[in-house]
């Protein structure tokens, strides 16, 4: 039986020589990150690493190749050539595979150049930790994103030249009270009352607790599961805090595992933020701080809420970006049906304590200095998590550097403001087509350092236009079938 988890502490090619000879692995699975932000893979035969027999030679130097072309946001037919340099650092047993498999997760580099790649959303997030620490500001970023997601029954949907339709339907939805399930037992969580209800009720726990044991085994430590706001299957799972890359690494395992768990049990994971009409959407709310030397410089005993000065510039920076950045962290079309009043989104630009109707909010569960922390709520699972925690990051640093005060904090709920009050109030993007406009204006923050480079901005600005907001913009919508059928 093949050992999974993090105790081999494998570093070098060595250790994944030694590993897959002991643990009788036979196949390497060469994961890999397209820019839109969905795992790409491919997977070869132990042999191809074991003949070898020596971590100087072979594919530890030289790279596997790979068709660039075909994969969203990076190369052009006519430089397609690619390679996939393996990290031996991010080894693990594969969960998911029936047959022996070690998981690798690569770097993409240019194979003329011999130079990682611009566009690997990867390099980026390494690229963003080292512009950290040349800064002087801090030397380490923690992050800590709330990943929610919903899982569901049956799921069909269609979009050709003359029809369109989606459904979905969990054996929780609160739709289904009446259906004839023979028999039908009830204990269906009502819209938006789905917040922490043991089972019956929740019926997801035990393959919740499936999905976290397997998330542990394969290295990701985890703090707590539970059923989330909405009705039919909203979940959340949350991992304890790590660095920058290595929580990009994490979030994809966390999404590979939700998905191919569920899967197992007949049933599908989605991470689309807003899947169901009126009721709560799924969003990652991203908590971050910075270190140097060790010592937390968000904290100060005698700030607001306990956090710093340079707390409240990074804040700024957030706030000053957030127009731009939600092209980056809410970066769908599909965000902004869960980016509206009521929901408990968090679309206005303030920053408190506690209050979560706030963009910003600063947790106060705990007064350790080592704690202290600022959560982003807008951003969503559809975002690619390399590229989402950098740019976040460069934001907040632009908020430093430049010193942008927030403003004071509002502890009241903004859902609920005076009309006076609500005009004054700035709201994030009410639409991916606003968020892409306001980053083709305000990108400079995120090519400091070389972090972001002007073609990274540029095709993801093209690749969203063009694929994502016309393809979904030329279409007619079910719902206008009926306002305006009858015309």
């Not at 596997?64 to 075909?70: H, L, P």
């Not at 030397?139 to 899982?151: K, N, Q």
């Not at 917040?195 to 929740?202: L, T």
């Not at 092209?327 to 989104?345: I, K």
Request: with cysteine.
């Amino acid at each position: 039986m093949v050992t999974s988890g993090p105790n081999y502490s494998l570093k070098t090619p060595q250790d994944i020589l030694d590993f897959v000879k002991k643990q009788n692995i036979e196949i390497i699975d060469l994961k890999f990150n397209d820019l839109p932000g969905m795992w790409q893979h491919f997977s070869i035969p132990t042999s191809e690493l074991v003949e070898i027999d020596d971590p100087t030679k072979g594919i530890w130097v030289d790279g596997i190749g790979f068709d660039g072309s075909s994969i969203r946001g990076f190369q052009k037919i006519q430089e397609s050539d690619m390679l996939l340099m393996l990290d031996p650092a991010t080894a693990v047993v594969d969960p998911v595979c029936q047959t022996p498999t070690l998981s690798i997760i690569c770097d993409i580099y240019d194979p003329m150049t011999r130079k990682p790649y611009s566009r690997d959303p990867r390099f980026i997030a390494r690229k963003a930790e080292a512009y950290l620490k040349s800064t002087g500001i801090a030397d380490t970023s923690y992050w800590g994103p709330e990943m929610e997601f919903f899982i569901f029954d049956d799921v069909r949907f269609e979009q050709n030249q003359h029809c369109g339709y989606y459904f979905i339907d969990s054996i929780e939805g609160d739709w289904n009270t009446g259906r004839d399930e023979k028999p039908n037992l009830g204990y269906k969580p009502r819209y938006k009352e789905g917040y922490f209800p043991v089972p019956p009720h929740d019926s997801l726990n035990d393959l919740r607790s499936e999905i976290i044991l397997t998330m542990i085994r394969t290295g990701i430590p985890i703090e707590v599961h539970h059923h989330e706001v909405a009705t039919a299957g909203q979940c959340e799972i949350d991992m304890k805090f790590d660095t920058m890359t290595r929580m990009g690494d994490r979030m994809m395992w966390y999404k590979y595992i939700v998905k191919n768990v569920a899967r197992k049990h007949n049933k599908v994971a989605t991470f689309m933020p807003k899947p169901i009409f009126e009721d709560n959407g799924s969003g990652m709310h991203v908590h971050q701080s910075l270190f140097k030397k060790g010592t937390n410089v968000f904290f100060d005993p005698k700030g607001y809420a306990l956090i710093s000065q340079t707390a409240k510039y990074y804040i700024g920076g957030l706030l000053k970006h957030a127009h731009s950045l939600a092209a980056l962290v809410s970066p769908t079309t599909n965000s902004y049906r869960r980016l509206v009043p009521g929901y408990e989104a968090p679309v206005n630009l303030v920053y408190s304590a506690r209050n979560r109707s706030a963009s910003v909010r600063i947790p106060m569960y705990s007064d350790n200095p080592r704690t202290k922390r600022i959560e982003y709520r807008p951003p969503d699972n559809t975002c690619n998590g390399y590229l989402g925690l950098a740019a976040m990051m460069m934001a907040g640093l632009d908020g430093i550097q430049n010193k942008i005060d927030p403003g004071e904090p509002l502890e009241k709920d903004t859902y609920h403001l005076s009309a006076k009050e609500q005009a004054k109030m700035k709201t994030v993007p009410s639409s991916l087509e606003q968020a892409l406009d306001a980053l083709e204006k305000d990108h400079d923050y995120l090519l400091k350092g070389d972090v972001f480079t002007k073609d990274v901005i540029d095709v993801w600005l093209e690749y969203k236009r063009e694929k994502e907001i016309d393809a979904v913009r030329l279409r007619p919508h079910p719902h206008e079938f009926y306002l305006y059928f009858d015309v």
